[in-house]
């Protein structure tokens, strides 16, 4: 019964990373490209994201988005303080921060927009992910430090346990010892 | 509208702030976590091709494991054996005479004694 509740746990977490990192953003992208916006007189106002490579940022958008959904089912459907959810934490933090890098490699932190009969203005969010990936690196140092404590937990816990039970006064058929 | 477009000002102005003040001890980190980032996806792009269809199995392939992992191993087994043995500790039985468990037994296995 844990089992499908964690399960249904994951789906929810799923969806959360799916519409987040791959719906919204892909959207967001689709809604600037193919904005126009009037200029008077007869003008357009043009703005151009990734130098006009908008396929590719796509591309990488649903490639790692695809990666975070599934890392994110696993680790929202692994219990609390387990091994595994931390472990896969921490994966999605460094999926996140390739996820992140993928926006500047693939050109989407520029933007440019032309303005007619003033000339062009070019916005470069560049500064922005290296301070995300700072922020990331921070997350990473919780995790590590998350994951010593449970596995410090952990062995407490066994130890707990060999103290606690106690020699059975019974022989396995109920008689005396 | 001016009050929509001031608290969006404000917002900006308090992210900005703080975008700011953090930007001189974050940036360095960001800088060497783009150093393994460039190595790895080097590596990405001289040994996985560009094809979404591999993304699409890694995602599949994490949530059956996902599903298997957590049907078999839910992570509450432990929990609930413990608080059983708790909870038949205290009620367990003891004799009368000598204070040794008897379990359900009318006569104690110790002393013979009968309760």
Same mark, same amino acid.
């Not at chain 1, 799916?18 to 008077?40: A, H, R, S």
């Not at chain 2, 800088?31 to 040994?47: P, R, S, T």
């Not at chain 2, 432990?78 to 004799?95: L, V």
């Given at each position: 019964m844990g089992g499908m509740k964690n399960i249904f746990r994951g789906f929810i977490g799923m969806a959360i990373y799916i519409i987040t990192f791959m719906l919204i953003?892909? $959207?967001?992208?689709? &809604?600037v490209d193919?904005?126009?916006?009037?200029?008077?007189p007869d003008q357009i106002l043009n703005i151009d994201i990734a130098k006009g490579n908008i396929d590719v940022v796509k591309f990488w958008l649903i490639a790692l988005g695809l990666m975070i959904s599934g890392l994110a089912f696993f680790t929202w459907s692994s219990p609390r303080n387990s091994r595994r959810k931390i472990v896969f934490s921490m994966l999605l933090v460094f999926t996140n921060c &390739?996820? $992140?890098? /993928?926006?500047? &490699? /693939? =050109? %989407?932190?520029?933007?440019?927009?032309e303005i007619p009969g003033l000339g062009s203005v070019t916005l470069d969010f560049a500064e922005m992910v290296m301070l995300y990936l =700072? %922020?990331?690196t921070l997350i990473i140092i919780a995790k590590i430090w998350k994951l010593i404590e449970v596995e410090i937990g952990k062995r407490k816990e066994k130890k707990e346990e060999k103290v606690y039970i106690p020699d059975s006064t019974f022989g396995k058929d109920g008689g005396a010892v | 509208?001016?009050?929509?477009?001031?608290?969006?000002?404000?917002?900006?102005?308090?992210?900005?702030?703080?975008?700011y003040y953090s930007r001189a001890v974050l940036t360095p980190?960001?800088?060497v976590m783009k150093l393994w980032i460039d190595a790895v996806l080097g590596l990405m792009n001289q040994y996985i091709p560009m094809e979404i269809s591999i993304y699409a199995i890694i995602f599949v392939v994490l949530i059956i494991c996902g599903v298997i992992i957590n049907y078999h191993w839910p992570g509450e087994k432990k929990g609930k054996e413990k608080k059983e043995k708790k909870e038949i500790e205290p009620s367990a039985d003891k004799c009368k005479y000598?204070?040794?468990?008897?379990g359900d037994s009318e006569f104690c296995p110790y002393c013979g004694s009968r309760n």
């Amino acid at each position: 019964m844990g089992g499908m509740k964690n399960i249904f746990r994951g789906f929810i977490g799923m969806a959360i990373y799916i519409i987040t990192f791959m719906l919204i953003p892909i $959207l967001t992208f689709d &809604f600037v490209d193919n904005m126009e916006i009037p200029v008077p007189p007869d003008q357009i106002l043009n703005i151009d994201i990734a130098k006009g490579n908008i396929d590719v940022v796509k591309f990488w958008l649903i490639a790692l988005g695809l990666m975070i959904s599934g890392l994110a089912f696993f680790t929202w459907s692994s219990p609390r303080n387990s091994r595994r959810k931390i472990v896969f934490s921490m994966l999605l933090v460094f999926t996140n921060c &390739f996820y $992140l890098w /993928s926006y500047k &490699f /693939s =050109g %989407a932190t520029l933007f440019g927009i032309e303005i007619p009969g003033l000339g062009s203005v070019t916005l470069d969010f560049a500064e922005m992910v290296m301070l995300y990936l =700072g %922020a990331y690196t921070l997350i990473i140092i919780a995790k590590i430090w998350k994951l010593i404590e449970v596995e410090i937990g952990k062995r407490k816990e066994k130890k707990e346990e060999k103290v606690y039970i106690p020699d059975s006064t019974f022989g396995k058929d109920g008689g005396a010892v | 509208m001016i009050l929509q477009v001031d608290i969006l000002r404000m917002i900006a102005e308090f992210i900005g702030t703080i975008f700011y003040y953090s930007r001189a001890v974050l940036t360095p980190f960001g800088e060497v976590m783009k150093l393994w980032i460039d190595a790895v996806l080097g590596l990405m792009n001289q040994y996985i091709p560009m094809e979404i269809s591999i993304y699409a199995i890694i995602f599949v392939v994490l949530i059956i494991c996902g599903v298997i992992i957590n049907y078999h191993w839910p992570g509450e087994k432990k929990g609930k054996e413990k608080k059983e043995k708790k909870e038949i500790e205290p009620s367990a039985d003891k004799c009368k005479y000598c204070g040794k468990p008897i379990g359900d037994s009318e006569f104690c296995p110790y002393c013979g004694s009968r309760n």
